[in-house]
């Protein structure tokens, strides 16, 4: 059963992957891997994400892009209790070059067996998604702009605390290139929902 499903953002993240200096790799992979059972935290500070991006010669999206890959990966790995040879061979189908290959499968061989545990002692959050609702507003004009377009969408999300049984709502509101964006980030998370099952 494939872990993986060569999507266009895990390709671009192959070739992102492919490019990092081979001598730095094995420490973001540690730090991942160290982190990866937090829920409430991310797995490098801004600060440390701007030496990152720095250190790779590469632009914040790209190295969340890659953060973001790396950490499905594992998961995906804990999730399927990976043999390393299985790992690796798939892997090598998303065209992950030999090198970065042979570093997740070192880390994924050394720290497996405690991040599995790390993450099968991790609680489920205790608040879901109840519903949406959804509608789309056009700005026609401002004090200082009488002919403007300007078109969001908000959204209103339903929470539902399954402790205290309580729902809140939360508001959000995108501009196009927000909601590009976050539609972006919900295609990834569907391939990794679709590998799953």
Same mark, same amino acid.
């Given at each position: 059963?494939? $872990?993986?499903?060569?999507? /266009?953002?895990?390709?671009?993240?192959?070739?992102?992957? #492919?490019e990092l200096?081979?001598?730095?790799?094995?420490?973001?992979?540690?730090?991942?891997?160290?982190?990866?059972?937090?829920? %409430?935290?991310?797995?490098? !500070? =801004?600060?440390?994400? %701007?030496?990152?991006?720095?250190?790779?010669?590469?632009?914040?999206?790209?190295?969340?892009?890659?953060? @973001?890959?790396?950490?499905?990966?594992?998961?995906?790995?804990?999730?399927?209790?990976?043999?390393?040879?299985?790992? /690796?061979?798939?892997?090598? &189908?998303?065209?992950? +070059?030999? &090198?970065?290959?042979?570093? *997740?499968? =070192?880390?994924?061989?050394?720290?497996?067996?405690?991040?599995?545990?790390?993450?099968? +002692?991790?609680?489920?959050?205790?608040?879901?998604? =109840? &519903? *949406?609702?959804?509608?789309?507003n056009l @700005? $026609? /004009?401002?004090?200082?702009?009488?002919?403007?377009?300007?078109? #969001?969408?908000?959204?209103?999300?339903?929470?539902r605390n &399954?402790?205290?049984?309580?729902?809140?709502?939360?508001?959000?509101?995108?501009?196009? =290139?927000?909601?590009?964006?976050?539609? #972006? @980030?919900? %295609?990834?998370?569907?391939? @990794?929902?679709?590998?799953? !099952?």
């Amino acid at each position: 059963m494939a $872990m993986f499903t060569a999507s /266009a953002s895990i390709k671009k993240a192959v070739a992102l992957i #492919n490019e990092l200096d081979v001598t730095k790799f094995p420490l973001l992979l540690s730090r991942i891997m160290q982190k990866l059972h937090v829920k %409430e935290e991310r797995t490098f !500070s =801004e600060e440390e994400e %701007e030496k990152l991006q720095n250190a790779f010669e590469i632009s914040p999206s790209d190295l969340e892009l890659i953060l @973001q890959t790396l950490e499905f990966i594992l998961q995906q790995a804990a999730y399927h209790t990976a043999k390393p040879t299985t790992l /690796a061979e798939q892997l090598k &189908d998303l065209q992950l +070059d030999d &090198d970065k290959v042979s570093i *997740i499968v =070192e880390a994924w061989t050394t720290g497996a067996r405690d991040l599995v545990q790390k993450l099968r +002692d991790r609680t489920v959050h205790p608040l879901q998604l =109840e &519903d *949406i609702n959804w509608r789309i507003n056009l @700005q $026609m /004009a401002q004090t200082t702009l009488s002919k403007m377009k300007l078109p #969001n969408a908000l959204f209103q999300l339903g929470i539902r605390n &399954d402790t205290t049984g309580l729902k809140e709502n939360i508001r959000v509101e995108f501009t196009h =290139e927000e909601l590009y964006e976050f539609y #972006n @980030q919900l %295609e990834v998370i569907q391939s @990794q929902l679709d590998s799953l !099952s």
